[in-house]
T-cell receptor, first 116, second 113 residues
Framework: AQKITQTQPGMFVQEKEAVTLDCTYD???????LFWYKQPSSGEMIFLIY??????QNATEGRYSLNFQKARKSANLVISASQLGDSAMYFC?????????????FGQGTILTVHP | DAGVTQSPTHLIKTRGQQVTLRCSPK?????VSWYQQALGQGPQFIFQ???????QRGNFPDRFSGHQFPNYSSELNVNALLLGDSALYLC????????????FGPGTRLTVL
């Protein structure tokens, strides 16, 4: 079974509008971390936001927020006020276990295109 | 403050050859992880190094090996290259004490002919 599922291969959004990128995860471990990364065409993975499984509040970082619904096992990324520079591939990832280290398991990614 | 650096940027090899990729972690980081990203896919975890030891390993054959040096830099070695090893190889570093947010380098694009 897929540990991380991103069901949207591609998404389009108008500049200055908000967009939600979907991510569902599968784990039986009560302790885990969820991450979102942005990968422009240059290839470098850029860290955007982190949510721990025990965090009570949804994480926010500037224009990025993570809509964490634990019971539904979803961790959607919301980008507000989209900019042309947001056009990139976006990956959701999970680290399982209570340690502060360990492998990240990535989804297949969603390509976001921002139109002017 | 330099981020994660990787060398070389691009590499072309032929089947059966061996390759070494290099990674310098972000300043202050002591843990290095390596990932393989095939075209159009998400990265796949190869292994993680901490205190010069392999701490965790993904589902990759023994042809993939690594090393971490006392200055925390790392190498990824791949022997007996196959066409399927063509990919972007990403190195990520993370700081001591957690949380384990991994910061990635620009990657090395390996092409096996």
């Amino acid at each position: 079974a897929q540990k991380i599922t991103q069901t949207q291969p591609g998404m389009f959004v108008q500049e200055k509008e908000a967009v939600t990128l979907d991510c569902t995860y599968d784990t039986s471990d009560p302790s885990y971390g969820l991450f979102w990364y942005k990968q422009p065409s240059s290839g470098e993975m850029i860290f955007l936001i982190y949510q721990g499984s025990y965090d009570q509040q949804n994480a926010t970082e500037g224009r990025y927020s993570l809509n964490f619904q634990k019971a539904r096992k979803s961790a959607n990324l919301v980008i507000s006020a989209s900019q042309l520079g947001d056009s990139a591939m976006y990956f959701c990832a999970m680290r399982e276990g209570g340690t502060s280290y360990g492998k990240l398991t990535f989804g297949q990614g969603t390509i976001l295109t921002v139109h002017p | 403050d330099a981020g994660v650096t990787q060398s070389p940027t691009h590499l072309i090899k032929t089947r059966g050859q061996q390759v070494t990729l290099r990674c310098s972690p972000k300043s202050g980081h002591d843990t290095v992880s390596w990932y393989q990203q095939a075209l159009g896919q998400g990265p796949q975890f190869i292994f993680q190094y901490y205190e010069e030891e392999e701490r965790q390993r993904g589902n990759f054959p023994d042809r993939f090996s690594g090393h971490q040096f006392p200055n925390y830099s790392s190498e990824l070695n791949v022997n007996a290259l196959l066409l399927g090893d063509s990919a972007l190889y990403l190195c990520a570093s993370s700081p001591p004490g957690g949380p384990d947010t991994q910061y990635f380098g620009p990657g090395t694009r390996l092409t096996v002919l």
